[in-house]
């Protein structure tokens, strides 16, 4: 080959070999950007199992609030600059890495005059991080805390990602159950029959049912005979005495006027009333409350 043909030959290739640099470097933005949007799409799929396994029964599947406040929260998503985003993600983690405040209690006190309740929680967000002895590591945490800046809770969404993953009842039949302290023969065997039946669908005793609403195993502890002779009897029509306060804009309400719900009427619980919906009449409910109020745990 004669020189002037060389040199065209070594130009066409450096020309080419510019050519393609300049196309991969252009598309390398858009390439990172496909590739984060993978990342956190499997890190809302991870957050969202675990958010399943392990936060459901306080925060609801729809992140709606149960015994915990609304995780659903619009302001921790939509709308944010760069620098709101990471307070959001600093604030969440550290919440979700240490838990807050409270006991171990469920229960819920509302005080004052009408037109100034206030209400009181007494239950804690346990502490989940494994640097404070809780059981999920920073990767599972970040999971979580991406899960909720990022997660619509549209119903399809649950239904699609965080449904499967609510571990399913673990029925059993009412010889498994605890026996309840300091009660009649009638309520430790109708009674805790009853329960079995019609609650471990959605409740926890010991190691049965699900962990769905509250825990029940202590039930004793944190209520009262009266209180759930008219939670199950008035369960729809109930004081909202745990979740709906949290509704809205998720800030703690403390007074009537802040809550949006009619707090002279009605609690909008998922929990079915058992007499109205599952058919249990007066006496069961008096051997359900008479076993309920017995079962202190340990
Ligand atoms: C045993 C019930 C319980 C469980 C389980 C639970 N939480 Fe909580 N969580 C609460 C309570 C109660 C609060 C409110 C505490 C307070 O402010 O006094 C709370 C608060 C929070 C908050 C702060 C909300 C706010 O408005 O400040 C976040 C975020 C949260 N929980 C996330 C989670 C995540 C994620 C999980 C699962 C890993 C989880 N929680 C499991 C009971 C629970
Ligand atoms: C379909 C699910 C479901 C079934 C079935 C169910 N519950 Fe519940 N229950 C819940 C949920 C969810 C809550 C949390 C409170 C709320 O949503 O307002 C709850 C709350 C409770 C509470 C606490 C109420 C409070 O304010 O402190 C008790 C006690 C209770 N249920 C007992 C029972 C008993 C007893 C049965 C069986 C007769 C039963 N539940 C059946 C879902 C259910």
Wanted: one cysteine or more; a negative charge; charged letters at 20%.
């Amino acid at each position: 080959m004669r020189t002037p043909q060389k040199k065209l030959v070594a130009l066409l290739v450096l020309w080419a070999a510019v050519l393609v640099f300049q196309v991969v470097w252009l598309s390398e933005p858009a390439r990172l950007q496909r590739a984060q949007a993978r990342v956190l799409e499997e890190q809302i799929a991870r957050g969202a199992r675990l958010y399943a396994q392990n936060c459901v029964i306080c925060h609801g599947p729809a992140g709606e609030g149960v015994i915990g406040p609304p995780v659903n929260r619009p302001e921790w998503r939509e709308n944010l600059t760069e620098i709101e985003r990471e307070q959001v993600r600093s604030f969440l983690t550290s919440v979700v890495e240490l838990g807050r405040g409270g006991t171990d209690a469920t229960t819920w006190e509302i005080t004052g005059e009408p037109g100034h309740w206030t209400i009181t929680s007494y239950t804690r967000m346990p502490t989940w991080g494994r640097s404070q002895g809780g059981p999920l590591n920073e990767q599972q945490v970040e999971d979580l805390v991406a899960l909720m800046m990022n997660f619509d809770w549209s119903t399809s969404a649950v239904a699609q990602m965080i449904a499967p993953h609510i571990p399913p009842a673990n029925l059993t039949t009412y010889e498994n159950l605890p026996e309840a302290q300091g009660v009649s023969a009638a309520a430790n065997e109708r009674g805790r029959e009853l329960v079995a039946q019609n609650c471990l669908v959605c409740h926890m005793i010991g190691d049965y049912g699900r962990p769905y609403g509250p825990n029940l195993t202590d039930v004793g502890n944190w209520t009262t005979p009266e209180f759930l002779r008219d939670w199950l009897t008035n369960t729809d029509t109930l004081w909202p005495r745990m979740p709906t306060v949290w509704m809205g804009d998720g800030v703690r309400k403390t007074t009537p006027e802040d809550v949006p719900v009619d707090w002279t009427g009605i609690h909008k619980t998922i929990m079915p009333n058992p007499v109205k919906d599952l058919g249990l009449s007066t006496d069961d409910i008096e051997l359900m409350v008479e076993y309920l109020s017995g079962l202190r745990g340990g």
